[in-house]
């Protein structure tokens, strides 16, 4: 769970946003002009702050602005650690904007569209995870291999 001083920051990030100020461009001006921040700070905060954005629709509205930070905090963290933990009907009514499926060219079984769109992309997304975890795990033996071959040469911090 973030600290509170990582919810003040991302709940002053996501008060300024705006139509025209995306997340990602609030985040930047924000780390800009709070260059102390350290980097895993801005981690956390950025975290805060997408999570957020990923689960609003899971979100209590009345909630104060940190409140509702942790609660997609604490949903993501769930999601993260067993994916199944919300069902796919679930995600496909609350994760998907409305106004996305009235921009969607969909055949004439809509009913069924929401429920395979939601499969395809829970693959998706599961495919994704798996190739982040495989390269990682490829990256450590990478970085085992260098450290090994370079041992205690001057060259190594």
Known sequence: MPDQA???HAAQI?????????????LRFYFEGHRYLQPPAKRHISRTVFAYFRW???????APPQRRLEQAVALQDRFQAD??????ETLAVRAVPEWLWTELDLPAAPA???ADYLRQRTLVLE??????????????????KISRTLGNSRWRK
């Open 112 to 114: 069924t569209a929401k």
């Open 83 to 88: 994916p199944k933990s919300v069902k796919a």
């Open 6 to 8: 990582t919810l003040n």
């Open 56 to 62: 609003l629709g899971w979100l209590e509205p009345k």
């Open 127 to 144: 495919e994704l995870r798996q190739a982040k975890e495989e390269a990682e795990e490829e990256r450590r033996k990478i970085m085992a």
């Open 14 to 26: 996501i008060a300024g946003i705006t139509a025209d100020l995306r997340a990602d461009t609030a």
